[in-house]
C-alpha cells in the first residue's frame, strides 16, 4: 500500500530555534499533502493545506508566519516551526492523497516536538 | 465549520467482545473513513466509505454509511489485546475543489481490551 514517511519522529529544541519536519510519499504523487497536529488525547486538528507548486491554504488561527509550509516537489512537504516556543510542543502528523480518484488519504507516523 | 461527535469517548471492554462506536455530523460528508491510532503514531486507515449505505468489512471490523450522509458506525468483532488504540472517524467531502482530502476527524474512542 502507499507509505508516507515522516522525519524526525521525535525532536527536542531550545526555545527560538527553527525545526524543519518533513513529509515524504514514498510511492505515490502526492499533490496535496495535509499537516495536523495533535494535543495529549486529543482529535488531529488540521493545520494547513499544502498544494503542490502553489502557497498553503491555512486553517483559521493558524499563523502563515510561524509555520512555514513548502511543498516543493510531488512527493516532499515540509512544515518548518520557527522561532519555536514550549506551547509549540505537540504531536505534529502529515497526510497525503493523489491526483484524483477514490483516494485514501495516508499518514505519517507523525513527530513528537519538544520545545524546552 | 463542520463538526463531528464521536462516541463512546472511551470503552472498557474484555476480551472477545464485540465493540461498537459511531460518529454524527450536523453535515453531509461524501467519503466517511475510519482510522486507528496508537500511542506515538500517526493514524492507520481501517475502513474507507463512499456510498451512502455502503456496508463494508475488513477481517472483524464493520463500519457503514449511513444513509442521510451524516453518520457512521464502526463494529469490531470478538476484539483481542491488539485492538487497543484510539480509534476516529473522519469525513470528507470528496473530490474536487479546494475541499478535496480535508478530513474532519471525530474526537476519538479510545479502546482498552481487558485479556
Known amino acids: 500500500g502507499a507509505v508516507v514517511s515522516q522525519h524526525p519522529s521525535r525532536v527536542i529544541c531550545k526555545s527560538g530555534t527553527s525545526v524543519k519536519i518533513e513529509c515524504r510519499s514514498l510511492d505515490f504523487q502526492a499533490t496535496t499533502m495535509f499537516w495536523y497536529r495533535q494535543f495529549p488525547k486529543q482529535s488531529l486538528m488540521l493545520m494547513a493545506t499544502s498544494n503542490e507548486g502553489s502557497k498553503a491554504t491555512y486553517e483559521q488561527g493558524v499563523e502563515k508566519d510561524k509555520f512555514l509550509i513548502n511543498h516543493a516537489s510531488l512527493t516532499l512537504s515540509t512544515l518548518t516551526v520557527t522561532s519555536a516556543h514550549p506551547e509549540d510542543s505537540s504531536f505534529y502528523i502529515c497526510?497525503?492523497?493523489?491526483?484524483?480518484?477514490?483516494?485514501?488519504?495516508?499518514f505519517g507516523s507523525g513527530t513528537q516536538l519538544s520545545v524546552l | 465549520g463542520q463538526q463531528l461527535n464521536q462516541s463512546p469517548q472511551s470503552m472498557f471492554i474484555q476480551e472477545g467482545e464485540d465493540v461498537s462506536m459511531n460518529c454524527t455530523s450536523s453535515?453531509?460528508?461524501?467519503?466517511w473513513l475510519w482510522y486507528k491510532q496508537d500511542p506515538g503514531e500517526g493514524p492507520v486507515l481501517l475502513i474507507a466509505l463512499y456510498k451512502a449505505g455502503e456496508l463494508t468489512s475488513n477481517g472483524r471490523l464493520t463500519a457503514q454509511f449511513g444513509i442521510t450522509r451524516k453518520d457512521s458506525f464502526l463494529n469490531i468483532s470478538a476484539s483481542i489485546p491488539s485492538d487497543v488504540g484510539i480509534y476516529f472517524c473522519a469525513g470528507q467531502l470528496g473530490a474536487g475543489g479546494t475541499s478535496y482530502g480535508k478530513l474532519t476527524f471525530g474526537q476519538g474512542t479510545i479502546l482498552t481490551v481487558h485479556p
Open positions: 453535515s453531509i460528508f461524501n467519503t
Open positions: 497526510s497525503a492523497g493523489g491526483r484524483g480518484g477514490r483516494e485514501k488519504l495516508f
